[in-house]
C-alpha cells in the first residue's frame, strides 16, 4: 500500500515548490505579454486606432470575455494594461496570490481577446494555464504570502529561536487542475504532431520550408538558412512529429516516472529554445518552458536545491541589535531565506568570541563575521555577504559592493539604520526589545471548525469543476484537430452519427461556449498540416498635402521583388499576424478601417504633423523556392491593392461558377 502511495505521488502530485517556479516564470511572462503590446494601445487596443472588438448580434455566435469592451479611449485603455501589468508583478512576489491569479487571468485574458485577429500559439497556452492553474496554490511557497504565514506561525524571541531550524511541512500537493495541465501540455504536443499530415512532413522538406520564411526569421535563423541542407532538414523533419507523439506518452505513463517527464523536460526545453532563437513567433516557447516546468518532481528540486547549494558555501555570524524590534524581524525574513542554513545569530550578550567594540558597532550597523578567518564585514557590505548564502543571492550580491555604487547604497544603509526606532513604531514593532507575545503569538491559531470544513468544500468542488472542464476540453479538441479526424475515421463517423442526436450534442455546444468564452481554444497546428509555404506581408503608400510620398512598413524598395530578410520594417509578431490574416474573409471588413487609420492617426513618426491625403494599401505575396530552385528562378512577388482583392475574387469565384455550371441533359 505504501508503494502504491509512492507511485501515485509520483504519479498525479506536484511539489508547491514547483508550483511557486511557475509561478514566478509564469508571471514574468505575463508581465512581458503586457508591456510588449503597450506601445501598439494606439493601433489595435483604443478607439484612436482600428476597432477589432466583435459585435455579437447573435444568439448562436460564441461570445469571448474581455472587460476591454467597457475601456475604450487610450487613456481607459492604457490604465488597464498599467493594472494588469502591477497584477502580474504582486502575482511573481506572491503577494495575495488568490487574488492576483483571478486577477491576472481577467486582465490578460481580456487583452488576448480584444484583437482575436493578433492571437498566436503564445496566448492560446496562455489562456489555457491561466485559467487551470487558478484552482492551484501557487503562493503555498517562495513567496510572501508563506513568508508571512511563517511568520505567524512560528515566532522566534531571541538568538537561540533564531537559530532554531524551521521542521518543513510537506509539499506534495494533489488537485485535478494539476492533472489537467498535464493533459493540456500533452494535447498539445499531441495535436502538434498528429496534425501534421503534408507531404513534405513525409519527404523531409518541411524544416527546410520553415527557414525559408523571411518574415519569421530572426538574425541567428537567417544564419542558419545559409547551412540548412536537405539531409539534415530531412533528420530535423523527422524528428519533430516523433518527438512530439511521444511526449503525451511520457507525460502520462504512470510507471518510470520522473525519468519519463524529465526526458520530455530536456528534449523540449532544447525543441522550444531552438525555435525561440530562429524564429520570431513571440512567447509561445517561453510560455510553453513554464508549462514544462510542471514535470519537475520533488527529487528534481532537491537536487537542484543541492546543486545551487554549491555555488556559496560560507558561513557567517552575524551580530545585530537585540534591542531592535526592526532589526529581529528583518533577522527573522532572513532566517527563512536561509535555505541552506549557512548564517548563525548572534547579539551582544552571546558567548561567542566576536569583534572587539561589538557594542560600539551595534549601535549603528550589522556585523558580520566569518569564523574561519576572523573577517568582519559592516553595514552593506555586511549585507552583501548576507545575500551572497541566499538562494541566487550570489548574482546580486555583488552589486553592493561596486567602486561608486557601494557609496550610494552605504548612505541608503544609513538612512535606514539611523530611522530604525521609527521604522519600528510604523511598523507597529517595539522601538526597544524583542518582539512581544501580544505582537507575535507563541502558537499559530486554530482553524475554526465550520470555516475548515467550509475549505474542504470548496475544494471538494473544484475539483468537480475542473473535472468537468478537462472531460470538455479533451472532447472539443477531439473535434477541432483535423489530424486527429485523418487518423481516427472511423471514431469521427461514430461522433457524427452521435452528433444526430440532440440529447448527445446539446451538452457539447454548451461545454464549447464555456471553454471559448475565456478563449481556451485546443486547436494546436503549429506548422501543421503544412508549413507555410506564401508569405504576405503589407505595405502602404502615403500621400502628403504637400505632395510628399512616404512608404510604410519597407525597409527596402527590393521587397516588392524578392523577399529577404533585410528588407522588413515593424518585423514583429503582430503586424505580422495582422498583414496575413486581413485579407481573410472574416476579417476583409477590418481592411477600411486599417486604411481610415493610416490617414488619422499620429502613430508614425515619418508624418511629423502632415496632413494625409491619399492612403493606398498593397498586399504582396511571396512562395517559398523549392528545395532544388536556383536564385535565378526564385518565384516572383505578387503585388495587389487591398481594396481590389475583393472584386479579383468575385471575378474569379464567376467564372467557377461558369465552369461548373450543368449543361441541361440531351433527350435521346
Excluded at 484537430?481 to 440529447?503: C, D, I, R
Excluded at 505578387?638 to 465552369?659: C, D, G, M, P, T
Aim: hydrophobic share 40%; charged share 20%; with cysteine.
Amino acid at each position: 500500500m505504501i508503494n502504491l502511495r509512492k507511485y501515485v505521488q509520483k504519479w498525479l502530485y506536484v511539489d508547491t515548490r514547483v508550483l511557486a517556479l511557475f509561478r514566478i516564470i509564469f508571471g514574468f511572462l505575463g508581465l512581458l505579454d503586457v508591456l510588449r503590446r503597450y506601445h501598439l494601445i494606439d493601433v489595435f487596443y483604443s478607439t484612436s486606432g482600428m476597432n477589432f472588438r466583435r459585435q455579437v448580434t447573435s444568439k448562436y455566435s460564441i461570445k469571448y470575455f474581455t472587460l476591454l469592451d467597457h475601456f475604450q479611449t487610450s487613456t481607459e485603455v492604457q490604465l488597464f494594461f498599467i493594472i494588469t501589468a502591477i497584477c502580474f508583478f504582486f502575482l511573481i512576489l506572491g503577494y495575495r496570490t488568490r487574488l492576483f491569479q483571478v486577477l491576472c487571468a481577467i486582465g490578460l485574458i481580456s487583452i488576448h481577446n480584444a484583437a482575436v485577429i493578433l492571437e498566436n500559439g503564445g496566448d492560446m497556452t496562455s489562456n489555457n494555464y491561466l485559467i487551470w492553474t487558478m484552482f492551484l496554490p501557487l503562493g503555498t511557497s517562495w513567496s510572501i504570502d508563506s513568508l508571512r504565514k511563517s511568520l505567524r506561525g512560528i515566532p522566534e524571541y531571541d538568538v537561540n529561536d533564531l537559530n532554531q531550524k524551521v521542521i518543513p511541512r510537506s509539499t506534495h500537493y494533489f488537485h485535478f487542475a494539476y492533472v489537467a495541465c498535464l493533459v493540456q501540455l500533452s494535447m498539445i504536443y499531441f495535436y502538434a504532431g498528429i496534425n501534421k499530415t503534408a507531404a513534405m512532413w513525409k519527404d523531409g522538406t518541411a524544416v527546410f520550408y520553415a527557414y525559408q520564411l523571411e518574415t519569421f526569421l530572426t538574425p541567428i535563423g537567417e544564419w542558419v538558412s545559409q547551412y540548412m541542407s536537405f539531409e539534415l532538414s530531412y533528420f530535423m523533419t523527422h524528428a519533430a512529429p516523433h518527438a512530439q507523439l511521444f511526449a503525451p506518452i511520457a507525460i502520462l505513463f504512470p510507471i518510470f516516472q520522473p525519468w519519463m517527464r524529465r526526458m520530455v523536460f530536456i528534449t523540449f526545453i532544447g525543441f522550444h529554445g531552438l525555435i525561440e532563437i530562429c524564429f520570431g513567433i513571440g512567447l509561445f516557447g517561453w510560455f510553453m518552458f513554464s508549462a514544462l516546468l510542471l514535470l519537475l518532481s520533488q527529487e528534481d528540486i532537491n537536487i537542484m536545491k543541492a546543486m545551487l547549494s554549491r555555488c556559496c558555501n560560507r558561513k557567517y555570524t552575524i551580530f545585530y541589535d537585540r534591542d531592535c524590534g526592526f532589526c529581529h524581524f528583518i533577522a527573522r525574513i532572513i532566517k527563512r531565506m536561509d535555505v541552506f542554513s549557512r548564517l548563525t545569530w548572534a547579539d551582544s550578550l552571546t558567548g561567542i568570541n566576536y569583534p572587539k567594540n561589538l557594542n560600539n558597532l551595534l549601535k549603528n550597523t550589522i556585523v558580520v563575521l566569518d569564523p574561519k578567518t576572523d573577517k568582519v564585514w559592516t553595514r552593506h557590505r555586511g549585507f552583501a555577504r548576507i545575500i551572497s548564502t541566499l538562494p541566487f543571492g550570489f548574482i546580486f550580491s555583488w552589486i553592493l559592493c561596486i567602486p561608486g555604487l557601494e557609496k550610494i547604497f552605504g548612505y541608503i544603509y544609513d538612512v535606514i539604520s539611523n530611522n530604525r526606532i521609527h521604522l519600528s513604531k510604523i511598523m507597529g514593532l517595539p522601538a526597544c526589545g524583542i518582539v512581544n507575545e501580544d505582537l507575535t503569538s507563541s502558537s499559530p491559531k486554530e482553524d475554526n471548525v465550520l470555516f475548515s470544513k467550509g475549505r474542504k468544500g470548496i475544494r471538494i468542488a473544484s475539483n468537480l469543476v475542473v473535472f468537468t472542464l478537462l472531460i470538455g476540453a479533451v472532447d472539443y479538441s477531439t473535434s477541432v484537430n483535423k489530424g486527429w479526424q485523418h487518423y481516427f475515421s472511423k471514431e469521427e463517423k461514430k461522433l457524427k452519427k452521435a452528433k444526430k442526436s440532440t440529447h448527445y450534442n446539446n451538452p457539447r455546444q454548451k461545454m464549447k461556449r464555456i471553454l471559448l468564452f475565456p478563449r481556451m481554444y485546443q486547436h494546436w497546428n503549429m506548422f501543421a498540416p503544412s508549413v507555410l509555404r506564401n508569405e504576405k506581408w503589407v505595405i502602404a503608400e502615403i500621400t502628403f498635402k504637400d505632395g510628399e510620398k512616404l512608404s510604410l512598413f519597407k525597409e527596402n524598395e527590393k521587397v516588392e521583388e524578392n523577399f529577404e530578410y533585410q528588407y522588413f520594417t515593424k518585423k514583429n509578431q503582430f503586424w505580422r499576424k495582422f498583414f496575413s490574416r486581413i485579407n481573410k474573409t472574416s476579417y476583409k471588413k477590418y481592411i477600411p478601417q486599417f486604411k481610415k487609420w493610416l490617414k488619422n492617426t499620429d502613430y508614425f513618426s515619418e508624418y511629423a504633423g502632415r496632413e494625409v491625403v491619399e492612403v493606398k494599401v498593397w498586399q504582396l505575396t511571396e512562395k517559398s523556392p523549392n528545395l532544388d530552385t536556383s536564385p535565378e528562378d526564385r518565384p516572383k512577388v505578387r503585388k495587389i491593392e487591398l481594396s481590389e482583392i475583393k472584386k479579383e475574387n468575385q471575378k474569379s469565384k464567376n467564372k467557377y461558377y461558369k465552369k461548373t455550371k450543368k449543361e441541361p441533359l440531351k433527350k435521346k
